[in-house]
């Protein structure tokens, strides 16, 4: 199973959107609704942002979206903010029902 | 809050095993609402999936790491445990054990991680 292509890095400037972008196949990420994204801060524990697709867990800001389409998933940062500079990573479920990750991206705020 | 803390040597020779132990904290690896997984991040890289365990005891794993890994539990100690034999330079990473609801495709609790250094 192929690593899930991500952008190696994205920035922008505090209070302006960013989109992540994660493209993988139809065998995980275009055929399923199990898309998660985590947001990674050194020594610290990943956190989950984004799971199937497009849900937030409770405590996650609305800033953080998710969406998805063919076998392509995205992720959205609003109203960027300065603890928003972190590595973020995407997952999918997979038809080996194994899970894949993707090279992670590097969210810098200018 | 749950809490989960992995631990082990930081350091293993090449062609040894690598042994690490993930603490949870709340009891609930005991429960059947639950699998756990190890991941990993080599320095540089992206995340990669190991494998994971239900607590029925079944196991499934990468394909790529199968032959060398083993996951298993102590339900007693609540810790699982991570197994990887024969290691190279290549398994240099930051170690991850996180949880997962059953029925549920993602991973909601991590811990922040062990990185375990493959050298001489």
């Known amino acids: 199973q192929s690593a899930l292509t991500q952008p190696a890095s994205v920035s922008g400037s505090p209070g302006q959107s960013i989109t992540i972008s994660c493209t993988g196949t139809s065998s995980d990420v275009g055929g399923y609704h199990y898309v998660s994204w985590y947001q990674l801060n050194p020594g610290k524990a990943p956190k989950l942002r984004i799971y199937d697709i497009s849900k937030r867990p409770s405590g996650v800001s609305s800033r953080f979206s998710g969406s998805r389409s063919g076998n392509t998933a995205s992720l959205t940062i609003s109203g960027l903010q300065a603890e928003d500079e972190a590595d973020y990573f995407c997952s999918s479920y997979t038809s080996s029902s194994t899970w894949v990750f993707g090279g992670g991206t590097k969210v810098t705020v200018l | 809050q749950l809490h989960l803390q992995e631990s082990g040597p930081g350091l293993v020779e090449p062609s040894e095993t690598l042994s690490l132990t993930c603490t949870v904290s709340?009891?609930?690896?005991?429960?059947?609402?639950?699998?756990w997984g190890w991941v990993r991040r080599p320095p540089g890289k992206g995340l990669e999936w190991i494998g994971s365990?239900?607590?029925?005891?079944?196991?499934i794993y990468s394909p790529s790491l199968s032959s060398r890994v083993i996951i298993s539990v102590d339900m007693s100690k609540s810790q699982l445990s991570l197994k990887m034999t024969s290691v190279t330079a290549t398994d240099t990473a930051v170690y991850y054990c996180a949880r997962r609801m059953e029925w549920l495709q993602f991973f909601d609790y991590w811990g922040q991680g062990i990185l375990v250094t493959v050298s001489s």
């Open positions: 365990l239900h607590y029925s005891g079944s196991t």
């Open positions: 709340d009891g609930s690896i005991s429960s059947s609402s639950y699998s």
